[in-house]
């Protein structure tokens, strides 16, 4: 089994405040993926980041994958209330058929 | 643009009914997966299939789940016995290729036993 770890585990900070989301394993993924979640609802894909040192931007969020491919962050740059969700990294072990690890997530609260 | 459909949105049945949860994944993708997330708890695979068949199962799908793509649209997750413990949102992710491809998830359906 490939463990994913995501700290913080709860974040509630300021409109307007950065803030960064670790996804850790002591595994290798062939590729990272991260979504959003929001109550009731499925995942939805942010971003897929594939190759090590890779950093991938989408407005205010920034993803990177580590060297080694065995950690990912997330980080948003001037956190807005809309920002508001559950955070899951899923980590693709590598197989050709696909079976996605899951890290619990990080619930972010952005207050106004 | 294309995504995954499931349907229903919420099932609530009584312990040791069968249920159906159905889905309908995006039309060119070749690769479906099914998933759940208990309450509080992380998502959790289930099975992949490709190619009218079971490519990788875990260990929470044991013989009262079942798989089929009875048409070439839909895909199914049928849980034979329901139990207490199987109430859980569901969901249903699709690929198109191999490899690296992103899996798109469907919205879940919530499964409720009594």
């Known amino acids: 089994t490939q463990l994913l770890e995501q700290s913080p585990q709860f974040l509630s900070i300021q409109e307007g405040e950065n803030l960064t989301v670790y996804c850790n394993s002591s595994s290798v993924f062939s590729s990272l993926q991260w979504y959003r979640q929001e109550p009731g609802e499925g995942p939805v894909l942010l971003v897929t980041?594939?190759?090590?040192?890779e950093v991938k931007k989408l407005k205010r969020l920034t993803f990177q994958f580590g060297d080694a491919r065995k950690d990912s962050s997330l980080h948003i740059t001037a956190a807005q209330p809309g920002d508001t969700g559950l955070y899951l990294c899923a980590g693709d072990g590598g197989s050709t058929l696909g079976r996605l690890y899951f890290g619990r997530g990080t619930q972010l609260t952005v207050w106004p | 643009e294309p995504e995954v459909t499931q349907t229903p949105s919420h099932q609530v049945t009584q312990m040791g009914q069968e249920v159906i949860l159905r889905c309908v994944p995006i039309s060119n993708h070749l690769y479906f997966y099914w998933y759940r997330q208990i309450l509080g708890q992380k998502v959790e695979f289930l099975v992949s299939f490709y190619n009218n068949e079971i490519s990788e199962k875990s260990e929470i799908f044991d013989d009262q789940f079942s798989v089929e793509r009875p048409d070439g649209s839909n895909f199914t997750l049928k849980i034979r016995s329901t139990k207490l413990e199987d109430s859980a949102m569901y969901f249903c992710?699709?690929?198109?290729?191999?490899?690296?491809?992103?899996?798109?998830f469907g919205p879940g359906t919530r499964l409720t036993v009594l």
């Open positions: 980041v594939v190759t090590g040192g």
């Open positions: 992710a699709s690929r198109r290729l191999a490899g690296r491809d992103t899996q798109y």
